[in-house]
């Protein structure tokens, strides 16, 4: 009978780290998605509804969001989404062309030849997404490359510090909406970086990372949108 009492909590306990889970998950997916604007009221009631756990375990999440810099809670404003400032912006995209420079050299070291493979897979389908204008699925691919890239770097500390960066709430912020998508050169540059990572090429690597990350920076509106409340 104890057994069974002991079994039973147990499985009470994964269940509520998986709904845990699953709620921070999702929530920091739609963050990044871009669906929500900058310095939007996110509130318990809602959230508890949207993903069917308990007020505590998404007070939990929340508090893991606030850490993690995907929002903002402040007495009187209750919990919201983040909003930078023009000065944080520039600072944290700076700081991605840094990490992310880094990262591609590592790479060009350390990639296995079917991470290299991978790559050069995911830009076949990044080059058929823009010859047939499919925006979403050339953006999709752009993320996974730059994730294969960061994990074919091999270098933990370097990969926690560019996840820290919460870049992506940047670029969603600051976006150009009315400029062609994807950016003139954009698949050229990933090109480049793969070169170089074929060629075992570490500082070519972290020049052509260098080269592309600071000319997505530079396609930004780096000027506050209307209306958006100071970070």
């Known amino acids: 009978m104890q057994q069974d009492d002991t079994n039973e909590v147990a499985g009470e306990a994964k269940a509520s780290s998986t709904r845990y889970s699953q709620a921070y998950e999702g929530l920091r997916s739609l963050l990044l998605s871009g669906s929500v604007a900058p310095g939007t009221r996110l509130t318990e009631a809602d959230l508890t509804r949207m993903f069917t756990v308990s007020r505590s375990t998404m007070r939990a999440v929340l508090v893991r969001l606030a850490q993690e810099g995907y929002v903002t809670s402040e007495v009187n404003r209750g919990v919201r989404t983040r909003s930078f400032s023009v000065e944080e912006a520039v600072d944290i995209l700076e700081a991605r062309e840094t990490l992310e420079s880094a990262l591609a050299g590592k790479a060009a070291e350390r990639a296995t030849d079917e991470e290299i493979a991978d790559l050069r897979r995911t ?37 926690r510090a560019y996840d820290a960066l919460v870049y992506p709430l940047v670029m969603r912020q600051y976006r ?38 600071g000319a997505a920076r530079r396609a930004l509106l780096l000027d506050p949108p209307p209306g958006t409340p100071p970070a």
């Open 176 to 213: 150009n909406l009315s400029a062609p998508h994807p950016r003139s050169g954009s698949l050229e540059e990933h090109q480049a970086i793969l070169l170089s990572l074929v060629t075992r090429n570490p500082d070519a690597a972290v020049a052509a990372m260098r080269h592309h990350v």
């Open 123 to 159: 830009l076949a389908e990044m080059a058929e997404a823009r010859d047939r204008g499919d925006q979403e699925a050339y953006s999709r691919g752009n993320r996974r490359f730059h994730q294969q890239i960061k994990l074919a770097a091999h270098q933990n500390t370097l990969a």
